[in-house]
């Protein structure tokens, strides 16, 4: 405790690189929905890590995996393969409709796998002037430079010199956009099955049905980025399987490892066959550790019962969203789906997401903003009903202190 009571805050000053601005308390410790900080402050965790910690903090699935892989085996590189990267590719082949799996650290790293699947297969089966790639405005990628040059807000990608080309960004849900610009030049559509970081958005049935009948009548591949969505986050495992609209690639992270950093590109073994050996690869990815705690995180989460409770649990936060907006008026609307949801504010309230989030951590909750106007919830996917109540009643505290 006094060893950790040295490290503060201001430290973060001191030796990192600012590109983040964290809050003034310091999490220490996790247990479910619930965290605490240095000076022992409880907080319920709406958060998750954004979107990670499905499980909560420290589940005992998860825990006993890192445990035993730990005593075994941590890293090979792919110069061999490995159990649990095996186990795991077979369960993730189990749930969805992908044949083969390409594994990578981070969301970012398999949007960028899924990427340069898609130029690949174009190149070989097309040829090269089949290159464009069309994603969605608000759409959010990763921050590699292809990824976040893909993604649909340029502030996150000007001022790194040129960009990667041949990238056109369309508005999401605009089924006439779509129509009047994609053409036989078009290798690739990205698209997240529910835009997350971009203000919780959802696409309607119409859309997502066209994106995937234009693809098809144009040659080109759908990639949906289920980084955020995956991993039973809406209710199903992937949110495709909620849409009735499957890609041809997909990637996933976030929530694959509960809080350990995996990522995945997943993809039919045709498409699979033009990343051939050399053409792709990564040292970490596939990690015998990272795999053995994902492959735990699959089990529990593919459970019926796992996905079942997501929609109970979506229910008792619109419920107890409405009560606290029934009782204070600050939202238009609460969207998205499963745990991933968004409470859009009124007009009243413009531009106050974060002071929520600041006014919530000050109660003792942890919440996330997407954009300025959305508070946003994507907390453990089996967080107790008591936990969700107590989040619930200090959210409505902490807007109380705001009114
Ligand atoms: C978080 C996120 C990413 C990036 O994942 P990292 O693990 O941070 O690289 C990509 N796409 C979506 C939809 C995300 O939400």
Redesign the pocket.
């Known amino acids: 405790m006094t060893v950790e009571n040295k490290v503060e805050r201001s430290l973060f000053n001191e030796v990192m690189v600012p590109c983040y601005n964290p809050m003034e308390m310091i999490p220490v410790k996790g247990e479910g929905a619930r965290v605490w900080d240095q000076q022992g402050r409880e907080y319920i965790d709406f958060a998750g890590g954004?979107?990670v910690s499905c499980l909560g903090h420290c589940h005992p699935a998860m825990v006993n995996a890192v445990t035993e892989q730990a005593n075994k085996i941590w890293h090979l590189s792919n110069v061999m393969t490995n159990e649990p990267a095996l186990r795991l590719a077979k369960k993730l082949t189990d749930v969805c409709f992908a044949e083969k799996v390409f594994f990578a650290?981070?969301?970012?790293?398999?949007?960028e796998a899924a990427l340069k699947l898609a130029r690949r297969w174009a190149a070989d089966v097309h040829g090269p002037e089949k290159s464009e790639i069309i994603a969605f405005k608000q759409?959010?990628?990763?921050?590699?430079f292809f990824?976040v040059t893909v993604?649909g807000q340029e502030a996150y990608s000007d001022g790194f010199g040129p960009k990667p080309g041949d990238v056109t960004h369309l508005p999401y849900n605009d089924i006439a956009a779509l129509e009047a610009h994609i053409s036989d030049r078009t290798c690739a559509i990205m698209m997240?099955p529910l835009?997350?970081?971009g203000g919780i958005i959802s696409p309607t049935s119409e859309f997502v049905n066209t994106v995937r009948e234009l693809c098809d009548k144009h040659n080109a591949l759908l990639i949906f980025?289920?980084?955020?969505?995956g991993n039973g986050r809406t209710g199903n495992f992937y949110a495709y399987q909620g849409l009735g609209v499957t890609p041809d690639i997909l990637?996933t992270?976030?929530s694959l490892g509960g809080g350990f950093?995996i990522?995945a590109m997943l993809t039919t073994s045709e498409l699979a066959t033009h990343l051939k050996v050399g053409t792709h690869g990564s040292t970490y990815g596939g990690n015998p550790l990272a795999c053995a705690v994902a492959e735990a995180v699959v089990d529990v989460v593919s459970q019926p019962e796992t996905l079942a409770g997501v929609k109970e649990r979506e229910a008792l936060f619109r419920d107890g969203l409405t009560k606290i907006n029934d009782k204070y008026q600050i939202f238009s609307e609460v969207r998205g789906k499963g745990l991933l949801l968004g409470a859009a504010l009124n007009e009243e309230w413009q531009g106050r997401a974060r002071d929520v989030l600041v006014a919530a951590g000050e109660q003792g909750l942890m919440v996330l903003v997407a954009g300025a106007n959305v508070v946003r919830f994507t907390p453990s996917l089996v967080i107790t009903t008591q936990e969700i109540e107590e989040g619930l009643s200090k959210l409505d505290k902490a807007i109380a202190t705001l009114v």
């Open positions: 954004i979107a650290n981070s969301g970012a790293e398999a949007n759409g959010f990628h990763g921050r590699t990824t993604g997240e835009q997350g970081e980025d289920e980084v955020q969505t990637s992270a976030k950093p990522g």
